[in-house]
């Protein structure tokens, strides 16, 4: 079905919405002397969107706060390693859970040359899955692929934290985008050039190369 938006300049997208990169998995903690405990903040409750950043929502989804701001931060980033022909994402698919803690990607939605084009779509596994399963990688350190090929994401801190589908991301990045078949959980780290391949920047480095390779940007 044509989407009815009229593309949109990246440079629209980005300046309203900042790219995140890799956070750590976890952060070390000094042991200080016993003090009184701070009052926890409560949680800012779920709300209804119609849209990520830029894109509509294909079927409004109900969002917490911070999930939604990083799928915004997320779509930026994805737009920004895309083809130079295509527009902002115009439409997002997907579903988000009942709490609003988690949200099920199944397409994005761009304009090129007038026309509207499923950029990804869940059920067709050609690169610009894997690419776009590096993005959610990413930005978020639980990413499941869902029957159906839906990419599943939850609120969390992005970072490799050695998870069972890290490491089929990680080989099936490794196979298809370069070639290199292994059955060693760290390959990555001679493809991006850091010696620590479990290191933010080196994960950040592999996932953000795969995303490009996948949606066939790699070369500028």
Not at 35 to 53: N, Y
Not at 54 to 66: F, G, K, N, Q, S
Not at 74 to 87: C, D, E, H, Q, T
Not at 139 to 159: K, M, N, P, W, Y
Request: proline share 6%; glycine share 8%; with cysteine.
């Amino acid at each position: 079905m044509k989407s009815p938006s009229a593309p949109l300049s990246r440079r629209g997208l980005l300046a309203g919405t900042a790219v995140a990169s890799a956070a750590a998995v976890t952060a070390t903690v000094a042991t200080a002397p016993a003090v009184a405990a701070s009052p926890v903040r409560a949680a800012l409750p779920a709300v209804t969107h119609d849209g990520i950043a830029t894109a509509r929502l294909a079927a409004p989804a109900v969002l917490e706060p911070d999930l939604h701001e990083r799928l915004g931060a997320w779509l930026a980033f994805w737009s920004a390693n895309s083809p130079r022909g295509w527009s902002v994402p115009t439409e997002v698919a997907g579903q988000a859970d009942a709490t609003g803690e988690a949200f099920t990607l199944h397409a994005i939605r761009v304009v090129v040359d007038d026309q509207p084009v499923d950029a990804f779509v869940a059920g067709r596994p050609d690169h610009a899955h894997l690419g776009t399963l590096a993005s959610l990688h990413h930005h978020f350190g639980q990413v499941t692929v869902i029957a159906g090929g839906g990419l599943r994401v939850v609120d969390s801190e992005a970072g490799f934290t050695g998870s069972p589908e890290q490491v089929a991301f990680a080989f099936a990045a490794c196979d298809r985008l370069w070639g290199v078949r292994t059955a060693r959980v760290a390959p990555w780290r001679h493809l991006v050039g850091h010696a620590d391949s479990a290191s933010r920047p080196a994960w950040a480095a592999f996932t953000r190369t795969a995303l490009r390779r996948g949606l066939r940007t790699d070369t500028y």
